[in-house]
């Protein structure tokens, strides 16, 4: 039986030693490289298989002994001998250093700075300014006094709760919008690895468990002038001379919603082919919309064009007209609407006085087809149609 070695190198032999391994006894090695550099390795057998640990250089600024290389390998070797796994725990011990150091990372990562973050990467996606400016806005009123300097990773279902509750029956629209925001926030957290488990300001089957849904709620709706007193209302428009009046009436008898009037540009009408063709940046749905232009549409435009400004409604400094134009005139007029109300009178109008389809009056509206089946199939925008349903609409609202 071969004996077995035991302190086997000497200081001078670690200096000298060739390329290759050389054992030290009990299961110490010094390894040497073609290149010179030098390691020491301990060797050891776990059910049945020999397996190296690296005990550290043996050459160079960050040596260690021989000495030190043999007190290290006893006290492996005491632990293979209790069943342990000195690489297994050398692994593990690094995954609970490096989960340790990721945990103090994103310790330090707030909500505020993932909100930030995530505005800055999406805003250019978004339709306008108004709309990124809303997400600012309504964060640094609801949200940041609440969770916005804690770490996303801690942010959990009372922190939500705290910033709903106040709001959630008193200001429903805004509550929705602020939960929706949170959630993607949390979303995006999650996907950058700040942090893990479900999303405490998810709706179904989490928030909506706790609050009402808002369709219980007491909500405001756009008020809208009846149909049969929308050519009174357009009359009396017509005797004012104000450029409030003319958008006002041109979006009455197009049909269209207030933003999509106010930044129109010359460069989407075609006079010859009467169409305002609004590009998919300003409309709600994200899809170009064709607007056919009545001969009243046409006439309001032929008054504003002379201006030679770039908008079809100017401001009396050039700009566009302010998104409360025509609804400071409403008011001024002592009617109790909304500009939004009158597609609300449109359709009314359309389905209780004429024969026209119910798709051609919602593509009248710019409206999303909610069956997915449906949208698939249709391909045209009936436009015919609806010149022919937009032509009858703005003939009503000239009746005297």
């Known amino acids: 039986m071969p004996k077995k070695l035991s302190n ?34 301990y ?27 043999r007190d290290k390998a006893s006290a492996l070797r005491l632990r293979v001998k209790s069943g342990v796994d000195p690489l297994a725990e050398r692994d593990q011990n690094a995954a609970e ?24 990467a999406n805003e250019g996606s978004w339709r306008n300014a108004k709309h990124r400016q809303q997400w600012s806005n309504t964060l640094a009123t609801y949200a940041y006094p609440v969770v916005g300097e804690l770490p996303v990773a801690e942010i959990d279902t009372p922190h939500i709760l705290q910033i709903l509750e106040p709001i959630w029956k008193a200001k429903p629209e805004t509550a929705s919008r602020i939960r929706g925001r949170i959630e993607t926030i949390l979303d995006a957290a999650k996907a950058r690895g700040y942090r893990n488990g479900e999303n405490p300001a998810r709706w179904r089957g989490h928030i909506a468990q706790i609050l009402p849904a808002r369709s219980r709620l007491t909500r405001g709706h756009h008020k809208a002038m009846p149909y049969d007193t929308v050519p009174a209302f357009v009359s009396a428009l017509r005797a004012r001379s104000a450029m409030a009046a003319s958008a ?5 008898i197009t049909a269209a919603r207030t933003g999509e ?50 908008w079809l409604f100017p401001a009396d400094g050039g700009g566009a007209l302010s998104t409360m134009a025509m609804t400071m005139l ?17 359709r009314d109008w359309a389905a209780e006085c004429t024969g026209y389809a119910h798709e051609v009056c919602e593509m009248a509206l710019a409206h ?16 015919d149609k609806r010149r022919r349903l937009m032509a009858d609409w703005a003939t009503y609202c000239s009746i005297p």
């Open 8 to 41: 086997a190198l000497t200081s001078l032999a670690v200096k000298s030693a060739k390329p290759g391994r050389h054992a030290d006894g009990g299961g110490l090695h010094l390894l040497v490289k073609e290149t010179g550099a030098r390691s020491w390795v």
């Open 43 to 69: 060797r050891f057998m776990l059910k049945g298989k020999a397996r190296d640990v690296g005990l550290g250089a043996a050459s160079g600024p960050e040596a260690i002994s021989l000495a030190t290389a």
């Open 97 to 120: 250093a490096l989960a340790a150091a990721q945990t103090a990372k994103i310790a330090g990562i707030t909500f505020r700075a993932v909100a930030d973050a995530h505005i800055a």
């Open 248 to 252: 006002l009436e041109f979006a009455i």
């Open 261 to 310: 009037v106010l930044h129109a540009k010359w460069s989407e009408v075609d006079f010859d082919k009467a169409v305002w063709t609004i590009p998919a940046a300003r409309m709600k749905a994200g899809k170009e919309h064709r607007v056919p232009l009545s001969p009243r549409a046409i006439e309001i435009l032929e008054t504003t064009k002379p201006l030679g400004k770039e």
């Open 330 to 346: 409403l008011r001024r007029m002592e009617r109790d609407a909304t500009v939004h109300g009158f597609r609300s009178a449109f």
């Open 368 to 383: 999303v087809i909610a069956n997915k089946a449906e949208a698939a199939y249709r391909r045209g925008d009936m436009f």
